[in-house]
Every structure is written in C-alpha cells, then in structure tokens.
C-alpha cells in the first residue's frame, strides 16, 4: 500500500505564505500526474495545480502566478508554494497522484491538510 502524507497547512492571514508537502511512502517511478486539489466547505472538490506526464504543468486560473507547483523526484514529493493567500483559498487541500511506484500503480489520494485564512 502506498500512501501520501500532507504537510504545510495552517491558520494565515491574508497576503501571507504557505508551503504544502506530500511525500509518497514509495519510490515514484513514473507519473501521469501529482498534485494538489482543494475543497472548500459545501463546495466540489477542484484542481489547484498539478504536474503532468512529461513535466506539463496545469493549474486553475484562480491561482496563476501566485501557487508554484513543484517536484522533488529523489524524495518522492510535490510541494505547492503559495503567496498572497486570499480568504477564498480556505480549504482542505488534497495531494494526488497517478502513476508506477515501487509498489505498483497507483491512483491515490492523502487524507488532507487545511489551510484556513483569515481576513
């Protein structure tokens, strides 16, 4: 089994910064895609950003230039950098990914970590 483990979230204020991790409990070999989604309350759950096969970057209009998305494949993890946070990026932020781990393929979810801003 193959698990990923969020970390970074946090109570902010608004312009301020935060640094999501998730670490994958295995080796990724490959992906078709490792990211970030969010859920607001009473809302459906939405793509942040995410990394795609190849590199490909995607991410939501709501969030360009102000979320980087990154990897660090020697330690199996995505990070999200966000500035300028805005109390609309309340919410509980989910990593996900797709893709051949050492342990198979997988398409999984971590259980998530909440980012709350206030005003």
């Known amino acids: 089994q193959v698990n990923l483990v969020e970390s970074g979230g946090g109570l902010v204020q608004a312009g301020g910064s935060l640094r999501l991790s998730c670490e994958a409990s295995a080796v990724i070999y490959s992906i078709k895609a490792m990211g970030w989604y969010r859920q607001a309350l009473g809302k459906q759950r939405e793509l942040v950003a995410e990394?795609?096969?190849?590199?490909?970057?995607n991410s939501a209009v709501s969030v360009k230039g102000r979320f980087t998305i990154s990897r660090d494949d020697a330690e199996s993890t995505v990070s999200l950098q966000i500035f300028n946070l805005k109390p609309e990026d309340t919410a509980v932020y989910y990593c996900?990914?797709?893709?051949?781990?050492?342990?198979?393929?997988?398409?999984?979810w971590g259980q998530g970590t909440q980012v709350t801003v206030s005003s």
């Open positions: 990394i795609a096969e190849g590199g490909k970057t």
């Open positions: 996900h990914l797709v893709g051949l781990t050492a342990r198979g393929n997988v398409d999984i």
